[in-house]
Structure formats: C-alpha cells, structure tokens
C-alpha cells in the first residue's frame, strides 16, 4: 500500500484527520453516553458504576496523552495514529462481550489511551500540512463533532432495530466497531506521511506566572464541568423519559455543533481575541449545563446539547492556545501540564456525578455542581484576560 503525501491537496489531508477524529473521538471517547442508558436498563448498572467506567476512559485518555507528549515516538507517528484507530474498533467490539464492571473499566481505559494515540499521533501529522490554514484545522478537529452527530444516529437506528431487546447496547458496540475499522481503512489510504522539521531544542523549566496557574486551574475545572453533560446527557433524557428520538437528538445537535463550532468561532475570535471568547464559552456552556436539567425535558436537553457542542471544543482548542501565549519559551510543557489538569477534571467529574446522582436519585445535583465549576473556570480567567 503506498502512502499519499500531497500537500497540494491539504484538505482531503484534512478530511483524512477528520475521519480518524470522529472515529477515534467520536466514537472511541464518547459513543459511551448514547449506549449508556440501554447498559444502565439491560445490565444495569447504577450511576456510580457508569460514573467509574467513563472515568477508567478519562484516565486512559490522560495516560495516553502524556504518554504520546515524549519523544520516544518520533518517526512512527503514522504506525501509532492507525494502531490507535485499529485498538478502538476492537475494545469498542469487547465492550459487547462482558457484563463485569471491572472489565469495562478496564476495556474502557485501553480506549483511553487508543483514542489519545490516535488523535494526538494523527494530528501531528495532519497539521504541519495545513500550512496554517485554519480551514483545514477546522476540518480535522471538526471531524470530533462529526463522529458524534454519526454516533447518536447509529446508535438511535441500532436500538430501533433491537426493540426492546435485552442485548441491544451489545449491537450498538459492535456496530461502533464496524464503522470505526472502516474508518481506519479509509484513513490508512489517505493519511500522508509525517512532516518533519528540524530537531527541537530540550525546552527550559517552566516559568509559572500568575496568568498560567489561573489558567490552568480555569482548564481543570471546565474538564470536570462539561464532561458530566457530555458523558450523562443520553442518560439524562432517559430519566426524564422524554423517548427515543428527544435521546438521539439531543445528542445528535451536540455533534453538529461541535462539528461547526471552530469555524463559528473564528469570527469572533479575530475581533474579540482567544481569551474573552474562552471565557464566553465558558459562560454559555454553564447556561446549557443548568439547562440540561432545569428546563422541561425536550427544550432543556436540546439547548443543553446545542450550547455544549458549541463551546466544549472551542475552550479545548483555544484553552491551549493561549497557554502557548503564556508560555512562549516551554510551549511542550506548558500543553502537557494544561493536559493533566484537564485530564484530571474529566476523571473526577463522572465519578462525583456519578455519586451525587446515587444519593440523590436523579441528574439534577450533578448538573448544578457542574455549572457551578464552570462559572468559578469563568471566573479565575477573567484576571488572565489581559495577557490572552
């Protein structure tokens, strides 16, 4: 098979990383929430247990991530991001095959660290193509968005198909699976070759200003903020008994609007600046949170789907962004320390949802502590807006 290189044509490279994006992301990392309402039934599992088994994903995806950020994997990146992509159609295919909650914990931090291999490996390669043309980076980091909107749908179809069938999360697993080795395919075709510049110089320590450890703290909390809607929304609709269809579009809207949300913002950002819009999305998304689950059930779960498929990947994007800002001489560091904190807000969240949902029988105390945490992430940034 021979590789394709043509930076003439940077956005089908784009659309290659876009495939791997919404296959590794969209599926690998959050194909969980819309089957997890039919494990919590079929199984069941209660809160808490679903609260550890999205937290063994999260602290795969960490581990993964601080892994892939050493130098020990210059020169297979390519043979990395595609074994990522194969590993997740596979533990996406062993959640099918167990009930035991350790062994979902387990499958789900291998996937972790597949899903992280895979979008960290191929977007080192994707982005160097680009040339800086944020169109094409929108493409790529919009593809996160895409495999979500395709996930509530495949999910929603499989489930119609299975009725009321005791095994039918099985299916969706599997059917995630499929898709996901297709898109391994498809990406092995069109995924160039790595682009390398010269070697980097070793970074100095970090210097840690006030902006940067506000900054920081900002991005671990807006990771236990959003991910407890992100990974409960589906869950959330369920409870409410709003049905099927309210289910797959609530996530549905997520995914399209996390497939728009950069180019949305790109306007915005030029006029406004990174930092301000950071701290806008911030504040929105804590309105969808409240929503999620102070509104009626329809109205609130697709408001609560809109606002965060609008904001999640932007704060993502350009959190890092101005931490490069902030750190000009230690850029690697800075975005692997950024990752950690964030990497740790989205592990506490579901396990702290999880329990608050046990004890007090429904999603409503999770939410609310969640917004809550993102208006405190709004608030610690607001001091750093200056040097955004």
Known sequence: MSRITFPERPLLIGFAGAVAMAAAMGFGRFFFTPVLPGMMSAIPLSATEAGL????????????????????????????????????????????????????????????????????????????????????????????????????????LIQRAAGDAAHGWRLD????????????????????????????????????????????????????????????????????????????????????????????????????????????????????VFASVLLPPVSGALLGGLLLGLTFMTVTAYGLQIARTLAPNSPRRALALMTAAFGTGQIVGPLVAGWATEWSGSFTLASVLAAIVLLVSACLMMPVLRHA
């Open 173 to 288: 697993w599997i059917g995630g699976a499929v898709i996901v080795l297709v898109a391994a395919v498809f990406v092995a075709r069109h995924l160039p070759k790595p682009v390398y510049g010269r070697q980097a110089a070793p970074e100095p320590a970090m210097a840690w200003t006030r902006p940067l450890v506000l900054l920081t703290l900002s991005y671990g909390l807006f990771g236990f903020g959003y991910v407890v809607t992100a990974t409960f929304l589906v869950a959330i609709v369920r409870m409410a008994a709003a049905g099927p269809a309210v289910e797959a579009g609530a996530w549905l809207v997520t995914g399209l609007a996390a497939a728009f949300a950069l180019f949305l913002w790109q306007p915005l950002a030029r006029r406004l600046g990174l930092g301000l819009c950071y701290l806008l999305c911030l504040l929105l998304e804590a309105g969808g």
């Open 53 to 156: 088994i999205a937290g063994g994903n999260f602290a795969g995806y960490l581990a993964g991530a601080l892994l892939a950020s050493q130098g020990w994997a210059a020169g297979q990146e390519r043979r990395l991001a595609l074994g990522g992509l194969s590993a997740t159609a596979l533990l996406l295919a062993a959640m099918a095959v167990t009930t035991a909650l350790p062994l979902f914990i387990l499958i789900r931090f291998l996937a972790g660290v597949a899903s992280a291999f895979a979008m960290i490996f191929t977007s080192s390669i994707v982005l160097p193509h680009a040339h800086g043309r944020s169109a094409v980076q929108s493409v790529h980091f919009g593809g996160v968005g895409a495999g979500i909107a395709l996930s509530s749908v495949v999910a929603f």
